[in-house]
């Protein structure tokens, strides 16, 4: 005889995923979401005011979370993680509805969707790989939506190359981060 | 400590993705050193996106560099010896359009402030500035 506790993990088992177990129950992930998405928004508030040596280079470690919940939750937490901490952060930096919140909720929902396409087309492809090509397509969103708003011919992309440059490291970063968490919680 | 972990780089296909972002990054830089070959004289459009937004029209290199008010405070269009632009300072909090330096090909916005620096590589204008 199977003890509710045992069913659930049965039937977590089956999904695709990363982890020891994953977390099984629809309290116990809209709890883990929820602390992602605190966790991710905090992190966007913290980061925003750092200095950068290049434009663009930033860790963008609040992605950590939008990762953390596509392997270890699902895509629609992943898409929820990046809709909320965006908003959040935004309320807290006074910034809500600007062309700035606009930059990075579009940054934000393309890098979730990105790498949850990547991760269906490609599903043995490396952390470094997803995380990469989220923080790449992040900043092409960005460029485009500056595009929209402001640039009036298309002379804006040509700093695609050095955004290029800059995405691979702060990818490779929250690739890392993102593995230690995976390893450090159960 | 759970050892179940997706590893960083898993196989071939990893190495095919970052080749081909790579490669997308040369082909980029070859536009981009492409495009910012020609006799460009300092000529910019500077449009300062506030209520009512703003244009002016430099037909080429200023020996002063000029402050603009846009929507966060002031910033400082500098025009270099070798006659490109950038942004010296502006009130922005992320200071993006500061760290993006130099250019004589592609433009410069500051996205909090609400301006944009565009180069202009044709030069026909012969006015020194114009403001609407």
């Not at chain 2, 090909?105 to 301006?115: A, D, E």
Request: charged share 10%; net charge positive; with cysteine.
């Amino acid at each position: 005889m199977m003890t509710e506790q045992q069913q659930l993990q049965q039937q977590a088992a089956g999904r695709p995923g990363y982890g020891g177990h994953l977390v099984a129950g629809t309290t116990g992930r809209l709890a883990l979401t929820a602390v992602l998405v605190a966790s991710a928004a905090a992190l966007q508030v913290v980061e925003s005011p750092l200095p950068r040596f290049l434009p663009w280079l930033k860790p963008g470690l609040a992605n950590v979370m939008t990762l953390y919940a596509l392997l270890r939750l699902s895509a629609s937490a992943a898409m929820s993680v990046a809709v909320l901490r965006t908003a959040i952060a935004a309320l807290f930096m006074g910034s809500l509805l600007s062309p700035v919140y606009l930059m990075s909720f579009a940054g934000a929902t393309s890098a979730a969707a990105s790498m949850t396409i990547l991760r269906r087309l490609f599903p043995a492809a490396g952390l470094a790989t997803l995380s990469v090509a989220g923080a790449l397509v992040n900043n092409f969103a960005q460029l485009a939506v500056v595009q929209f708003m402001f640039a009036s011919n298309m002379s804006i992309w040509l700093h695609l190359a050095l955004m290029i440059w800059v995405a691979l490291p702060s990818g490779l970063i929250v690739a890392k981060v993102t593995q230690e968490l995976l390893r450090r919680t159960p | 400590m759970n050892d179940n972990v997706p590893p960083l780089f898993a196989g071939k296909h990893d190495w095919q993705i970052l080749l081909a972002l790579l490669a997308v990054s040369l082909l980029a830089w070859a536009g981009h050193n492409y495009s910012s070959r020609g006799g460009f004289s300092g000529a910019c459009r500077v449009r300062i996106l506030t209520e009512p937004s703003q244009e002016m029209l430099f037909s080429g290199s200023q020996a002063q560099p000029v402050e603009v008010r846009g929507r966060t405070g002031p910033a400082v269009i500098e025009w270099g010896s070798d006659k490109k632009i950038r942004i010296r300072s502006s009130s922005c909090p992320c200071k993006t359009c500061v760290n993006m330096g130099w250019t004589d090909s592609s433009s410069l916005i500051c996205v909090p402030n609400g301006i944009v620096v565009e180069p202009i590589v044709d030069d026909g204008q012969q006015v020194d500035a114009v403001t609407r």
